[in-house]
């Protein structure tokens, strides 16, 4: 007998469209809400961090950054991270990242703003200009109810390969984060950088320095299957970055 997951992958037969104007619902798709992402579409270019649609996992170069998605395993279980024509929120392409059945630490997939070094270090992000970061996703077939998923943003002080924290102790990846509850309807969520905290569990533990910032980081806790797409920064209220 299939496990839940996987018997709903195989309900996926047929790719799907990725229009939102009007409702379509295409097999195996989340469900999406009249005009959905467009009407966001307008924003600024230089707050887009990743529309997906250039298909290959890199962000586009916009406002000085040249990054791309991470994936990060416990190398357990079955694991999707990569962007994908099927399922679109708006335009062609979205990125869909699903996983179950592993038996570790887990999953995450990581939007890192800046390109590594060729020591594979990572490079710091000023993001002060910024206030949060906002997104579209939905669940797709995979998972049979909605639940709160864990994501954030890492900064160099708990980047696994930020030189400050060390993987040796444990003390990495405690990012700055929160939960949202994601839904079988595309939805769009807003994150604000005040509201983010670490969970205590590691080392430094400091308030979050925007201007050292690395990614922003998609972590959850169970098995799961999440489309996203229409990642941006979302404007600071005040010049440090305050909401």
């Known amino acids: 007998m299939c496990s839940t997951l996987l018997c709903a992958a195989l309900l996926l037969g047929s790719a799907c469209g990725g229009s939102v104007d009007p409702i379509v619902n295409p097999l195996g798709c989340p469900r999406a809400p009249v005009r959905g992402p467009t009407e966001y579409a307008n924003d600024p ?11 290959d996992g890199h962000l586009p170069l916009l406002d000085g950054r ?5 994936r990060g395993t416990d190398g357990t279980g079955a694991l999707v991270a990569k962007p994908s024509n099927e399922c679109a929120g708006r335009g062609g392409w979205a990125g869909h990242y699903s996983a179950y ?4 630490w887990g999953n995450n997939w990581t939007a890192v703003f800046e390109a590594t070094t060729p020591t594979d270090a990572a490079v710091p992000y000023d993001a002060r200009a910024w206030g949060g970061i906002s ?6 077939p995979f998972n049979p109810s909605d639940f709160p998923v864990s994501l954030g943003v890492t900064t160099m002080d708990n980047a696994w390969n930020g030189g400050i924290c060390s993987n ?17 309807q595309w939805q769009r969520y807003v994150i604000r950088f005040q509201d983010l905290a670490q969970s205590g569990q590691g080392s430094p533990l400091l308030p979050m320095r925007k201007d050292q910032m690395v990614g922003f980081i998609l972590w959850p806790h169970q098995d799961f299957d999440i489309w996203i797409d229409d990642v941006r920064f979302e404007p600071a209220a005040s010049p440090d970055g305050g909401a």
Do not use: K, P, R, S
């Not at 040249?66 to 991470?70: D, L």
């Open 66 to 70: 040249n990054g791309y998605w991470v």
């Open 101 to 104: 059945g592993w038996t570790g």
């Open 135 to 140: 997104f579209w996703a939905a669940f797709g």
């Open 45 to 55: 270019a230089g707050q887009l961090i990743d529309d997906f649609e250039t298909g």
């Open 168 to 184: 040796a102790t444990g003390a990495c990846m405690d990012y700055y984060g929160t939960t949202v509850v994601l839904t079988h």
